[in-house]
């Protein structure tokens, strides 16, 4: 792991939005919480479209509790960030999947103050996190760290609502995307590989629409 992936100053966060996070992983288990994929099949297969080597830099953001860390170790990868809003999400996420080869931060993506440091990956993942920034500063914040800690010839992941998504998630409101407004907030340096919709039944048995996508950088 690398030295410089240590946690954040979590003083510099929006305590009102670490406070929401920490509470929806203290009041459910994982596999209660509304997200939760018992595999997280769309994203893995999409990663494994990427052909990288096993140790990879791979950064998980908004990284929650997902099976998907637990995942891509049992398939071999060992240089994996989590990062997360919440140090709850994270201390029950390394609990369970420990730091051999996982290194956990806990930043804010429209505020960093460790992430911007890191050096850069060679994949971004991002399943649910996006949609979760209404604000243009918020958007515009973190588009730029993306763009700041993903190399040339990296990779992208974003999974996010589609057009026909929720319109609220965990109580708060959702910005929906498709893959050209993804597209656009990315710009010409990334270029799109593969997209699809799916499906995601989330625990409750409601159905949630999802667009997947995923670039690569070109220059």
């Known amino acids: 792991m690398n030295t410089k992936d ?53 950064l998980n953001v908004g990284v929650g509790t997902t099976t998907l860390i637990d995942d891509l170790i049992s398939e071999g990868y060992s240089n994996l960030i989590a990062t997360d809003l919440s140090e709850k999400a994270l201390e029950i996420l390394k609990e369970r999947c ?34 979760f920034f209404l604000k243009e500063e918020e958007k515009q914040a973190y588009f730029d760290l993306l763009k700041k800690v993903v190399k040339i010839d990296g990779f992208v992941i974003i999974a996010t609502f589609n057009l026909n998504g929720a319109l609220k998630c965990c109580g708060l409101d959702l910005c929906r995307y498709d893959k050209a407004m993804i597209a656009e907030r990315l710009g010409e340096d990334f270029e799109l590989v593969k997209d699809f919709d799916h499906t995601f039944i989330n625990p409750a048995g409601s159905p949630r629409e999802y667009v997947y996508t995923l670039f690569q950088r070109k220059k």
């Open 6 to 58: 240590t946690p954040g100053d979590c003083c510099s966060m929006d305590t009102s939005k670490n406070s929401h996070w920490n509470k929806a992983y203290t009041d459910k288990e994982t596999e209660k919480l509304g997200w939760y994929e018992k595999e997280a099949k769309p994203t893995l297969d999409l990663i494994k479209d990427c052909n990288l080597p096993k140790d990879t830099r791979i």
């Open 98 to 131: 420990g730091t051999e080869n996982v290194s956990y931060i806990q930043d804010d993506l429209t505020n960093s103050t460790t992430l911007n440091t890191i050096s850069q990956v060679d994949l971004w993942n991002d399943r649910a996190v996006l949609h």
